[in-house]
């Protein structure tokens, strides 16, 4: 005799199917979304892959062949100073927030600010770049673009780094105090040690973040035609030249702008890779 299933459980049973159903369909639409958009970058991406891209210099309109050697160079530079700067601000800011945050104002009013430029829109900080430096300056260049890159990168590293170091047990702490270290020794040479490869995930993840970013250069870097390695003038990089090129009516300007997307995305995907694994955080017990 089959036994009668309890109206309760039934509903309950009948609700857990269907959010199951529905967050599998979601899954599968932005699955399906991400697919299509790799898809389409590879099949046109690999067609604008050659030496030349690496090489030689953006074309002029309507030429053909041509590289993107400039831009790829002028993006290293950028973003390179915009690491350089955003990786000890983020580190020690972090360390002050794990060390001091927890009833301290100004930690957590540190803290908020942090959490709303995560998430403030890029083209506002490249707005307030052009406002602050390139308006008084009264040129673009690549030391604009780095400090706008550099703004969008720190709050990244300064969360990471904070998240990690709370991470730490107590107990590790506490053994470093008895031994009579002080604060600052305990939190550069125990706490940060302890989570530096959290910590290198972080940076890695800024970079990763920056390195495809538009809306700031444009406000800010411009774009450079031809070979340059001057920081103080206009500087060619990848996000603008595929937004100009991908823009263009020229068959060989938007054959590069595919080519050099796809450039950007392995790097930020080679990024995030190394990123989780390589640098695999491993907290001590």
Do not use: C
Not at 22 to 35: E, F, P, T
Not at 140 to 164: C, E, K
Not at 237 to 252: C, E, G, K, R, T
Not at 261 to 278: G, H, I, K, P, Y
């Amino acid at each position: 005799m089959k036994q009668a299933i309890n109206p309760v459980y039934r509903k309950r049973l009948f609700a857990h199917r269907i959010g199951i159903a529905l967050s599998v369909g979601a899954m599968l639409v932005g699955l399906i979304a991400l697919i299509w958009i790799l898809a389409t970058l590879l099949i046109n991406g690999f067609h604008g892959l050659n030496l030349a891209l690496f090489t030689e210099t953006t074309p002029a309109p309507g030429s053909e062949g041509g590289g993107l050697a400039n831009a790829i160079v002028g993006s290293l530079l950028m973003v390179g100073l915009a690491t350089l700067v955003s990786t000890p601000v983020g580190i020690l800011a972090g360390i002050y927030l794990a060390e001091y945050g927890e009833d301290n104002k100004v930690a957590q009013l540190t803290r908020f600010v942090t959490d709303i430029m995560l998430s403030a829109p890029s083209i506002v900080i490249g707005l307030f770049v052009y406002a602050m430096y390139v308006a008084n300056v009264k040129h673009f260049s690549g030391y604009a673009g780095s400090i706008a890159l550099s703004l969008i990168a720190v709050p990244v590293v300064v969360r990471t780094t904070d998240n990690m170091l709370r991470l730490v047990p107590n107990s590790l702490l506490e053994a470093a105090f008895a031994l009579g270290a002080p604060r600052w020794k305990v939190a550069m040479m125990v706490r940060l040690r302890a989570v530096k490869a959290g910590v290198v995930t972080g940076v890695l993840l800024a970079v990763a973040r920056v390195s495809g970013e538009t809306a700031p250069l444009l406000f800010t870097a411009l774009n450079n035609q031809f070979f340059s390695a001057d920081m103080n003038k206009p500087l060619a990089n990848l996000p603008v030249v595929i937004y100009q090129f991908a823009m263009s009516p020229y068959d060989n300007w938007r054959a590069l702008a595919w080519g050099g997307a796809l450039l950007v995305t392995f790097s930020v995907l080679a990024l995030n890779v190394l990123s989780r694994t390589v640098f695999t955080q491993k907290i001590p017990n």
